[in-house]
């Protein structure tokens, strides 16, 4: 098969400007054929991208992004192949975006605090049915003329230590990795080199990590070299992606690149039968659930603690 390989994109069910139809046709003009679409807390683009994917021969890899907090910066999983279809796979998002929605409200609040009056409505208005998050804030802040770009109201207020930044109530890394196992799933470290914490990677593997997200736009030629040599040590996948968000987004990166080789997706479904095959589905209940938090009750949503906060 010949086309590029995008394991790291997002459409209007999230963050991204095209809705799962455009992003697809984006991807077959960018001779993309294999692209994995990882809304944050969402997968209600996949049967979209699914059936226009179809038409231009393209192969979506279902995936999400699931965002978490540590302290003084972020970690982002990305999971994917997950089972994604489970009713309380769908549960468990429906409360983190429902969280989502919360951390808008107090998001707008300390803005307003710090003079600049916003209210959850206009943002809501932005992301519509989507899965709200900072870039809506930050577009109502640019309509109500506080800022001129997603980029300044991230630099200026929200970014992870940023002013109107408030932390979310949901979910551990190490929380993060094991529902995405849990869901079936291959677990990935998205873009490490923008959390700056490569120290939790050893915590991640003991959680289940399975991949590390290698090549992407942000990243140095050194750090694509250490992420790999990570990967191989470990037994890890080394992924890549654009993380294209559209246009107008505050992120310029292009659908598809950088490159990422062929064999790096073929790792991931090899990765993915490999757990699936050594998987218990999540609608049993087993004595080593205890640590890992499983469901108690068939077909349940894992509980999900909050983090320890002052
Ligand atoms: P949230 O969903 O609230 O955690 O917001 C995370 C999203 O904000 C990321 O997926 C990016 O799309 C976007 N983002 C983060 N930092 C920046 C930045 N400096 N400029 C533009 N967008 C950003
Ligand atoms: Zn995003
Ligand atoms: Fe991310
Ligand atoms: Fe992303």
């Given at each position: 098969m010949s086309g590029g390989v995008d394991l790291h994109s997002h459409t209007t069910a999230s963050d991204g400007a095209l809705a799962p139809r455009e992003l697809v046709r984006l991807a077959a003009r960018h001779r993309v054929r294999v692209l994995a679409v990882t809304d944050h807390d969402s997968t209600d683009g996949l049967p979209e991208a699914l059936q226009e994917a179809t038409v231009h021969g393209i192969e979506i890899v279902p995936g999400l992004e699931i965002n978490c907090d540590v302290p003084g910066s972020e970690i982002h999983v990305l999971g994917y192949?997950?089972?994604?279809?489970?009713e309380w796979f769908q549960d468990f998002l429906r409360a983190q975006r429902a969280e989502r929605a919360a951390r808008v409200h107090r998001i707008v609040e300390r803005l307003t605090e710090l003079g600049l009056p916003l209210t959850a409505e206009e943002v809501f208005a932005i992301c519509k049915e989507g899965s709200p998050g900072r870039p809506h804030v930050a577009q109502a802040m640019i309509k109500r003329g506080y800022v001129k770009s997603v980029r300044e109201a991230f630099d200026r207020w929200l970014h992870a230590n940023g002013p109107a930044n408030v932390p979310r109530r949901r979910l551990t890394p190490v929380e993060a990795v094991a529902v995405i196992r849990r869901a079936g799933g291959v677990p990935v470290f998205a873009h490490p080199g923008l959390a700056?914490?490569?120290?939790?990677i050893p915590e991640l593997v003991e959680a289940g990590l399975a991949g590390?997200?290698?090549?992407?736009?942000?990243?140095?030629a050194a750090q694509i070299q250490a992420y790999r040599q990570t990967c191989r040590r470990l037994g890890l996948v080394a992924t890549g992606g654009s993380d294209y968000h559209g246009p107008h987004t505050g992120r310029a990166t292009t659908l598809g690149s950088p490159h990422v080789p062929l064999e790096v997706w073929e790792d991931l479904k090899r990765k993915a039968h490999e757990l699936k095959s050594t998987h218990e589905p999540a609608n049993r209940t087993r004595q080593s659930d205890e640590h890992t938090r499983?469901?108690?009750?068939?077909?349940s949503p894992p509980p999900i603690t909050g983090y320890p906060r002052p």
């Open positions: 192949y997950v089972d994604w279809r489970a700056d914490r490569d120290a939790i590390i997200e290698t090549f992407y736009p942000e990243h140095s499983g469901p108690r009750e068939p077909d």
